[in-house]
């Protein structure tokens, strides 16, 4: 029998320094303290706690499977900390992400994002974990399509047989809360309608089709649906699985060579281009973004991230190299043109999808003056 192992992505925005810019190392500190606590217990075998803005990251290996409740209980109670001493530090939106208050079997509706993925290790399991801050779960429709359905980037999909036979889609349609699962390459206009749409469609998971086999699941999420109200953006998280019948790795990095808009940036109500960059400069500034991507690559080992000769997971920052400077000056490019129309449409989001009541507001402010044209 194959080991089982599963990789838990668990996420949440606990508070943050100087608005919505970063996680503090104060705040990281509690998170390891307790991740290594649970790995000296048995709880967990691996671990690696990051930050992606104002977001914080926890990667766990261990071998509980997926909605494991003392895996959620254990992300669920660091947040709860982490929050509470942003409480005490006067952090920007202290707990923002912690809807709910009393924990009940696992994370899920309760405000944090999560993706997990139980897998069967095979001979080597490299994977690519992507966090994004300042946008929401449709912002990784795009370079999944060409990840995954389009063999003008994923040269493996006429190359490799292994993986001739494609790819199967599970969308979730967030406003519905349906999914629908679409196989390519049959079905790839019906994909392309779908999540071309990516406010409301989002890929939820990616199984290899003549097989079955996971090969990516992301956080989809809609705060502002458990919340009735705007409180951040569902800032997404993906697992992505690599190599010998999957993409490769840098099949999978190289659509972000390029920028792309993205909804989120300043008050969740903007386009912004994506900028995919390194763990260093995984920090929100100019109108709160660009909003930002990170990509941690590592290998699974059994039941663990491999790890270097003292016990450390090594973990390949992947944007963090030359490749993606274009993009990076695309970004900044394109959000300096987007910011140049300051609130009017197309840089700001549309009227329906307005997080915050304040067009509301104004609507209802001025309904009495509004007379027969
Ligand atoms: P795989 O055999 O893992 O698919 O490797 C192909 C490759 O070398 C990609 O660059
Ligand atoms: P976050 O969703 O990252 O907290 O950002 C909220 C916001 O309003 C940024 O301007
Ligand atoms: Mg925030
Ligand atoms: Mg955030």
């Known amino acids: 029998m194959p080991r089982k192992t599963t990789i838990s992505h668990i996420k949440c925005d606990v508070g943050s320094l100087a608005g919505h810019h970063i996680v503090p190392k104060s705040l990281l500190n509690i998170a390891d303290k307790n991740l290594k606590k649970a790995k000296e217990e048995g709880l967990i075998n691996s671990y690696y706690v990051f930050n992606v803005g104002d977001d914080l990251q926890l990667l766990m290996v261990h071998e509980n499977g997926e909605a494991n409740s003392d895996i959620h209980k254990l992300a669920w109670d660091t947040f709860q900390e982490a929050a509470n001493k942003a409480l005490e530090l006067k952090l920007y939106g202290a707990g923002q992400d912690l809807l709910k208050t009393a924990f009940s079997g696992t994370i899920r509706g309760m405000g944090p994002g999560f993706a997990e993925m139980e897998i069967e290790e095979r001979g080597s399991d490299p994977v690519v974990a992507l966090a994004a801050d300042k946008t929401s779960g449709g912002a990784f429709n795009y370079p999944l399509f060409r990840i995954f359905a389009d063999p003008m980037n994923t040269a493996g999909l006429v190359i490799d047989p292994n993986m001739a036979g494609g790819f199967k889609f599970e969308v979730l349609d967030t406003i519905e809360n349906k999914k629908v699962v679409l196989k390519c390459p049959e079905e790839v206009y019906e994909l392309i309608a779908l999540v071309g ?177």
């Not at 000056?329 to 300051?342: D, F, N, V, W």
Request: aromatic content about 8%; some cysteine.
């Open 197 to 373: 749409t990516v406010q409301r469609y989002m890929i939820s998971a990616i199984r290899r089709a003549r097989d079955d086999l996971i090969c990516a699941v992301g956080s989809v999420t809609r705060l502002s649906q458990i919340a009735g109200r705007y409180v951040g953006k569902d800032d997404p998280v993906i697992i992505v699985r690599a190599q010998h019948g999957l993409p490769a790795v840098g099949e999978i990095l190289v659509p972000f060579i390029h920028s792309y808009l993205v909804e989120g940036w300043m008050r969740g109500s903007h386009w912004g281009p994506i900028m995919p960059v390194g763990l260093k400069d995984a920090k929100c500034t100019a109108f709160d973004g660009p909003p930002r991507i990170v990509a941690l690559g590592f290998q699974i080992a059994n039941g663990k991230i491999a790890s270097d000769d003292n016990g450390k997971p090594m973990i390949a920052d992947l944007f963090d190299d030359v490749a993606f400077a274009l993009a990076r000056r695309e970004a900044l490019k394109y959000a300096s043109m987007l910011r140049r129309m300051g609130e009017f449409e197309p840089a700001r989001l549309g009227p329906e999808e307005m997080e915050y009541t304040t067009l509301q507001q104004i609507l209802e402010k001025l309904k009495g003056r509004f007379k027969p044209a």
